[in-house]
């Protein structure tokens, strides 16, 4: 059942640089999408949120722009940093559904100096 | 600032063995999730809780597996007879009332099954 997918394990950007995580999903129904950034051996920490009605969001040095026919989303980092190198995870909530969240596989981001 | 915190950060058990993860959620918090990650794999729900009742389940939810909240405050998974596959990390989430979406996660609890 692979309703959110991320199709890259990796990416690799130099520090200042823009950094574009796309995801792709199945199901229309989506409420909301989510990005969370993750560290090893540690939870997931919340970045940004786009709810379906919208197609872009920006907090700082975020954006999620949300393309509903293409059933696509992408993160923006600029200027990406040290400091952003980590896992990004993808997530997509139905809030009929208990309000369960569903991620992707991940997208290991590596911002070099 | 409010966190979810999960109990104990590493747990080490035998193959059959009876295991609870404990979690505290935030306190004006009214989802309550379980979701696991075996290393180098994607992060699964496992189950989704509100008004004291289980909403949601996976697959991976099956009858070795439980969910209570006890007393109000802790939120706790118990696996009643650990299988080498259990072996992953453990991750409880809350969530406030309907908004952005957002759900709030602990820093996991390992669980480690020889």
């Known amino acids: 059942d692979q309703q959110v997918k991320q199709n890259s394990p990796s990416l690799s950007v130099q520090e200042g640089r823009i950094s574009i995580l796309n995801c792709d999903y199945t199901?229309?129904?989506?409420?909301?999408f989510l990005w969370y950034k993750k560290y090893p051996a540690e939870g997931p920490t919340f970045l940004i949120s786009i709810s379906s009605i919208k197609d872009k969001n920006e907090d700082g040095r975020f954006t999620v722009f949300l393309n509903k026919s293409a059933k696509h989303l992408s993160l923006h980092i600029v200027p990406s940093q040290p400091g952003d190198s980590a896992v990004y995870f993808c997530a997509a909530l139905l809030e009929t559904s208990g309000s369960r969240l569903t991620f992707g596989e991940g997208t290991q981001l590596t911002v070099n100096p | 600032e409010p966190e979810v915190t999960q109990t104990p950060s590493h747990q080490v058990t035998q193959m059959g063995q009876e295991v609870i993860l404990r979690c505290v959620p935030i306190?004006?918090?009214?989802?309550f999730y379980w979701y696991r990650q075996i290393l180098g794999q994607k992060v699964e729900f496992l189950v989704s809780f509100y008004n004291n009742e289980i909403s949601e389940k996976s697959e991976i939810f099956d009858d070795q597996f439980s969910v209570e909240r006890p007393d109000g405050s802790n939120f706790t998974l118990k696996i009643r007879s650990t299988k080498l596959e259990d072996s992953a990390m453990y991750f409880c989430a809350s969530r406030g009332l309907v908004g952005t979406g957002e759900l709030f996660f602990g820093e996991g609890s390992r669980l480690t099954v020889l």
């Open positions: 199901n229309s129904m989506f409420d909301y």
């Open positions: 306190s004006n918090h009214l989802y």
